[in-house]
């Protein structure tokens, strides 16, 4: 058996205690160490794969010159090889897609509560913003009603003032007070009198329709 082979056999030994320690060690890492993990792994694999290729050829180069029981072992030994790198590269492919899986569930959850957090402030702004809205036409509604109540008063002072000589705004405010509840009741005094006369006309004319039925009623009789 050649240097060569026996060099690449040492390699390839090497390379897979690498390779078993890290997928054995895999989830204890960070989730930084497992990023570079796997990146040196797949870079390790691909190196695996060159060292069994370099051997099968040293094999068939060889062929002619190497006996054929050392030719049986040899190939035994790659098959060997072989089937303990597919298994090394079967268990890091399971680890590495079950932490692929897995990043890929959390950013999605990540997601879905960056969404709800978007959603649950677009509410809140909602309501702060309908809520300043309303703060705001109460004021303005407070500031007509206390500019509407400001002119009465002006006026009602300045009538007063000019016939009793007296200045007296509280006086003023009072006066108003009483004006606007008189308004206030006369208005209301005026919409029952209003309703009692259409009750009164709607009264009438029922009246004269049924009376006009009966006679016509008796004529025909």
């Not at 690498?18 to 190196?47: C, G, H, M, P, V």
């Not at 303990?84 to 890091?92: G, R």
């Not at 680890?95 to 959390?106: C, D, H, L, P």
């Not at 703060?135 to 407070?142: A, G, I, R």
């Amino acid at each position: 058996m050649s240097d060569f082979f026996s060099s690449q056999e040492d390699e390839l030994n090497i390379l897979f205690d690498k390779l078993t320690k890290t997928i054995s060690t895999f989830t204890t890492l960070s989730r930084e160490l497992k990023e570079k993990a796997i990146i040196e792994t797949n870079s390790k694999i691909r190196e695996g794969e060159t060292i069994l290729e370099k051997m099968e050829n040293f094999i068939k180069k060889n062929e002619n010159t190497i006996g054929n029981d050392e030719m049986i072992e040899l190939h035994k030994k790659i098959n060997n090889y072989k089937n303990e790198f597919n298994n090394i590269v079967y268990k890091f492919n399971k680890t590495q897609n079950t932490y692929i899986n897995k990043k890929a569930e959390s950013a999605l959850i990540d997601n879905i509560d960056i969404n709800i957090n978007n959603k649950k402030n677009i509410l809140i702004d909602d309501d702060i913003s309908s809520k300043k809205e309303k703060n705001k036409n109460k004021e303005e509604s407070t500031k007509n009603r206390n500019s509407i109540s400001n002119n009465i008063n002006k006026v009602f002072e300045k009538n007063i003032g000019n016939i009793t000589g007296v200045n007296n705004t509280e006086n003023v405010n009072n006066i108003s007070d009483e004006v606007f509840n008189s308004i206030t009741i006369k208005s209301k005094k005026k919409k029952r009198i209003f309703y009692g006369i259409i009750i009164i006309l709607l009264v009438v004319i029922i009246s004269s329709i049924l009376f006009f039925i009966f006679s016509q009623k008796k004529t025909k009789n």
